[in-house]
Nanobody, 115 residues
Framework: QVQVVESGGGLVQAGGSLRLSCGAS????????VAWYRQAPGNQREFVAV???????NYADSVKGRFTISRDNAKNTVYLEMNSLKPEDTAVYYC?????????WGQGTQVTVSS
């Protein structure tokens, strides 16, 4: 079993920055990828960014140039650096860790951007 925990959310003014962290622990074998998703009230969960096991990254168009996904292998942690935040970035942010053929989700961390 793999446990995934997100942290780093909070309240920030528009134009500000936050860094989210995604930590994985437990029976971690080969991590095939780590992705961030977000879900705003009344909306479906949407893709934000992904970091593959090979180190490739991909971003949703809405966050390109503002968000950066990175990892610290020694800490088993993936980060989502969010800059130039907008009110429309307000959502619960979830981390998904893919180990083998299984996907594990965290509980989410709230990000609120005030205008």
């Amino acid at each position: 079993q793999v446990q995934v925990v997100e942290s780093g959310g909070g309240l920030v003014q528009a134009g500000g920055s936050l860094r989210l962290s995604c930590g994985a622990s437990g029976s971690i074998g080969t991590i095939n990828g780590v992705a961030w998703y977000r879900q705003a009230p009344g909306n479906q969960r949407e893709f934000v960014a992904v970091l593959t096991g090979g180190g490739s990254t991909n971003y949703a168009d809405s966050v390109k140039g503002r968000f950066t996904i990175s990892r610290d292998n020694a800490k088993n942690t993936v980060y989502l650096e969010m800059n130039s935040l907008k009110p429309e970035d307000t959502a619960v942010y979830y981390c998904k860790v893919v180990v083998g053929l299984s996907a594990y989700w965290g509980q989410g961390t709230q990000v609120t951007v005030s205008s």
